[in-house]
């Protein structure tokens, strides 16, 4: 089992950067895949970005390339979202998962889900 809670999630102007952190309990962190998504309202649930279990393999959804950055930490059982240049349309709650690899990932097949932390974006 792995519990998953988000932070870091709030209000900033267009342009503005925030760092999503999701801290994860049980021993199996390191093993999983982790990843980022977001929902806007009335909108799909879409795969942002997601991180193998070395880290060493990274994947990004095309428009938050070259604005986000997904890393992770094992020793703190965390992963982060490094978010800059925010704009409007980055509006959405944003979730943490677990899952097997990041190819069941970016098709949102995780095992594990946070509650998700709201982020809003003004212009």
């Known amino acids: 089992q792995v519990q998953l809670v988000e932070s870091g999630g709030g209000l900033v102007q267009a342009g503005g950067s925030l760092r999503l952190s999701c801290a994860a309990s049980g021993r199996t962190f390191s093993s999983y895949a982790m990843g980022w998504f977001r929902q806007a309202p009335g909108k799909e649930r879409e795969t942002v970005a997601g991180?193998?279990?070395?880290?060493?393999?990274?994947y990004y959804t095309d428009s938050v390339k070259g604005r986000f950055t997904i890393s992770r930490d094992n020793a703190k059982n965390t992963v982060y979202l490094q978010m800059n240049s925010l704009k409007p349309e980055d509006t959405a709650v944003y979730y943490c998962a677990a899952g097997l690899s990041i190819a069941r990932l970016v098709s949102r097949r995780a095992e594990y889900w946070g509650p998700g932390t709201q982020v809003t974006v003004s212009s």
């Open positions: 991180i193998d279990w070395s880290a060493g393999n990274t």
